[in-house]
C-alpha cells in the first residue's frame, strides 16, 4: 500500500509536510528514486521532485527553494516538506516510486493540498 498524507488546507505562506509511506515493493526501498507529482483540476499531471539519494535530487523550477524532498529508509517513507506555499501549489499530490530507469510504477492515493489567497 502507499497512501500520501499530510495534505489539508493552508493559507498562502504557510507551510505542509507531506508523507508517504510504501509498502509491497519488489526491491529495497533504497534501490527506488521516489518521486512527488501533483495534479490540479483541468490540468495534467506534473512532476515536483525526486530523490535517489542526497546526491540526486531534483525540483521542478516551480517549487525550487521552497520543497524540499527527502526520505527515510529505515520507514520507507518519503516526505516532501513544503514551505512558502502559494495558491498555484494547490493540488491533489501524489507519491511514487521507480526503479532504475524505468518510468514510475509505484504509485499513492493522493493528498489534497489547497492553498487560500
Known amino acids: 500500500q502507499r497512501q500520501a498524507s499530510g495534505g489539508g488546507l493552508v493559507q498562502a505562506g504557510g507551510s505542509l509536510r507531506l508523507s508517504c509511506a510504501f509498502s509491497?515493493?519488489?526491491?529495497?526501498?533504497?534501490?527506488?528514486?521516489m518521486g512527488w507529482f501533483r495534479q490540479a483540476p483541468g490540468r495534467e499531471r506534473e512532476f515536483v521532485a525526486s530523490i535517489r539519494s542526497r546526491l540526486s535530487i531534483f525540483y521542478s523550477d516551480s517549487v525550487k527553494g521552497r520543497f524540499t524532498i527527502s526520505r527515510d529508509a529505515t520507514k520507507n517513507t518519503v516526505y516532501l516538506q513544503m514551505n512558502s506555499l502559494k495558491p498555484e501549489d494547490t493540488a491533489v499530490y501524489y507519491c511514487?516510486?521507480?526503479?532504475?530507469?524505468?518510468?514510475?510504477?509505484?504509485w499513492g492515493q493522493g493528498t489534497q493540498v489547497t492553498v487560500s489567497s
Open positions: 509491497g515493493l519488489t526491491f529495497t526501498f533504497s534501490s527506488y528514486t
Open positions: 511514487a516510486a521507480k526503479y532504475g530507469n524505468s518510468a514510475y510504477d509505484y
